[in-house]
């Protein structure tokens, strides 16, 4: 098993020793590449690496640290991971327990660990709240500073950050210290962890969209925040595959290949911005990742190409409103793509 890298190397977090910044070769983990394999490995904004195995168990390279240590939690196993810009969700092998933590102060000043408090817990911590529901858990994911939680039954419930909408109803009070039901009929919802705007499907594959609109990524053709969650129309008759919300854009990808953006200039993939969402003309497109200010995409021909924000970084694959072709080759199609951290953090598993 072998963990390959590219991107930003602040405070060790691809696993590298190197004290060189920036690695833009594909270069091996050191760290990762010990023999385990990964299910998921995540990172945050300027925050420290987690990675979850198939046995369920849970690793962490701290923030300045090139040591990956096992994150104990014996009486546990896990299925799944997610972070926002320095909190983490995990959810428990029988799906009925949530568990949150995070290694810095703001990841619990907005409540987003779901504990009715503001303390910091670095260590993965029951979020009771869910446990005396007794509902299976479906699905966890991450903003940038809040939670979702979504259950079998279709109920989203969120807590954190909530000063634009950003948790999907309308609230004078930008704290949410306890999870909350926000919808009642979500099939999926979408972040990917450095954003304040969210999308979600219903059980009839609708597309809708709630919180912040600075910058137009909702693709409603104005900059008018999403206080309640409002259908987003343009993708009717659509089949949705995924949606990436960087901090600034949003980016759908069709089952058909097709790739939408919406939003800031360069993060949406062109070089102006765009309040609508336009298609990006490049290859048919199987998957997308991001972070803060990137996406990476892989193609059905398993080439890789990218487009981001260059004025956030100098990756010299990446130029502002530009799509490239990242000049990466595989020696088998058996791999795994996984993205985060503020700039470029792109980790490639191949077994």
């Known amino acids: 098993m072998s963990v390959k890298i590219f991107g930003l190397n602040d405070g060790y977090g691809l696993g590298v020793s190197t004290t060189e910044g920036w690695i833009n070769e594909l270069t091996v983990s050191e760290a990762l590449s010990n023999g385990t394999e990964y299910l998921k ?11 979850l195995s198939p046995e369920g168990k849970l690793f962490v390279l701290m923030y300045g640290e090139t040591v990956l240590e096992t994150i104990e939690k014996e009486e546990e196993k896990f299925v799944d991971i997610s972070c ?75 807590f954190g950050f909530n000063l634009h909408s950003d948790l999907g109803f309308s609230d004078k009070k930008s ?34 969209g709630f919180g912040f609109n600075g910058n137009g990524q909702f693709g409603t053709g104005n900059l008018k925040h999403l206080t309640i969650p409002t259908q987003i129309g343009f993708f009717d008759q659509k089949e949705i595959s995924n949606v990436l919300t960087n901090t600034c854009s949003s980016i759908v990808l069709l089952k058909n290949g097709n ?48 487009f981001g924000y260059s004025d956030s970084y100098y990756y010299k694959y990446q130029q502002n409103g530009v799509v490239i072709k990242i000049p990466f080759t595989f020696k088998n199609k058996n791999f795994k793509i996984f993205c985060g951290g503020a700039t470029v953090s792109c980790f490639i598993v191949e077994n």
Do not use: M
Request: glycine share 8%.
């Open 84 to 158: 926002g810009f320095n909190h983490f969700l995990a959810v428990n092998k029988e799906q009925n327990k949530v568990y949150s933590w995070c290694y810095d102060q703001t990841g619990c000043q907005f409540g987003q660990l779901g504990h009715n408090n503001t303390d910091k817990v670095d260590q993965p911590t029951e979020i009771t709240f869910f446990t005396k529901l007794g509902i299976k858990i479906k699905q966890i994911c991450c903003s940038a500073y809040s939670s979702f939680v979504l259950l079998e039954n279709n109920d989203l419930y969120a």
């Open 41 to 51: 490995i995540i990172r945050g904004y300027e925050t420290s690496t987690v990675a």
């Open 259 to 306: 790739l939408f953006s919406a939003g800031f200039a360069g993060t949406n993939g062109f070089s102006k911005a765009s309040e609508v969402f336009q298609q990006i003309e490049i290859p048919k497109i199987k998957k997308i990742y991001g972070g803060y200010y990137y996406t990476i995409c892989l193609s059905t021909e398993n080439e890789l190409y990218a």
């Open 175 to 208: 704290k949410q210290l306890l999870p909350i039901k926000v919808i009642s009929n979500c099939q999926k919802v979408f972040n990917s962890g450095f954003s304040r705007h969210s999308f979600y499907l219903d059980t009839q594959n609708k597309l809708w």
